[in-house]
């Protein structure tokens, strides 16, 4: 099975940078996903790591080490918009590649 | 093409009656998943289906939910003899399976147990 740890609220101002991190535990592991929720709508997907390093895509970027359970999104130039929950998704490596999800932060972003 | 759809978008139910509720996924993904997220909460993974095989029904709560999955598509969850803590908004992914599995939901179905 998966455990997943995020934290569960992070404040951050317009214009900086905000690290949310994801930590797992896993009996396998083929993949870490991140996804976006604002409130009242169905999540969207942001970005996918499979092997270590970091994945930039604008704004955003994820790091995945495998060795230490560890992943982050970065999120770079806060804007408002961003204000949102962020979910750490891990996928098995077993036969069902499921997808599991952790429970997300709140990121609030201020003025 | 049309992403995922789901209805129900709203449902209202007596304690006791049983739902039905509705998931169309993209056409030619392989995967589906079910999740079930209360007010203010993560994602609670509920069933699995890939392709053919068996659907990993781990995450189903108790006996009366379950759900189907008709000629590898559509898919419904049904919860029988619905309580108030079934309250939540149910959602819905589909994915390519295995080659790359970003998932894309659907709206949810929002239940409300009277």
């Known amino acids: 099975g998966q455990n997943i740890d995020q934290p569960t609220e992070m404040t951050a101002t317009e214009g900086a940078i905000v690290q949310i991190n994801c930590t797992y535990q896993t009996s396998g592991f083929n993949g870490l996903f991140w996804y976006q929720q604002h409130a009242g709508e169905a999540p969207t997907f942001l970005s996918y790591?499979?092997?270590?390093g970091l994945e930039e895509k604008g704004r955003f970027s994820s790091f995945l080490s495998r060795s230490k359970g560890y992943s982050y999104l970065l999120l770079k130039e806060l804007q408002m918009k961003d204000s949102a929950s962020y979910l750490c998704a891990v996928r098995d490596s077993g036969g069902y590649q499921k997808v599991t999800f952790g429970t997300g932060t709140k990121l609030q972003v201020i003025p | 093409g049309a992403g995922v759809s789901q209805s129900p978008s709203n449902k209202v139910t007596e304690k006791g009656k049983d739902v039905e509720l509705r998931c169309d996924p993209i056409s030619g993904h392989t995967a589906l998943y079910w999740y079930r997220q209360s007010l203010g909460q993560g994602l609670e993974f509920l069933i699995y289906?890939?392709?053919?095989?068996?659907?990993?029904k781990s995450g189903l709560p108790s006996d009366r939910f379950s759900a189907e999955r008709t000629g590898g598509s559509v898919s419904t969850l049904t919860i029988q003899r619905t309580q108030q803590e079934d309250s939540a908004v149910y959602l819905c992914?589909?994915?390519?399976?295995?080659?790359?599995?970003?998932?894309?939901f659907g709206p949810g179905t929002r239940l409300t147990v009277l």
């Open positions: 790591n499979v092997l270590d």
């Open positions: 992914a589909s994915s390519l399976g295995t080659v790359y599995n970003e998932q894309f």
């Open positions: 289906f890939q392709g053919n095989s068996a659907p990993d």
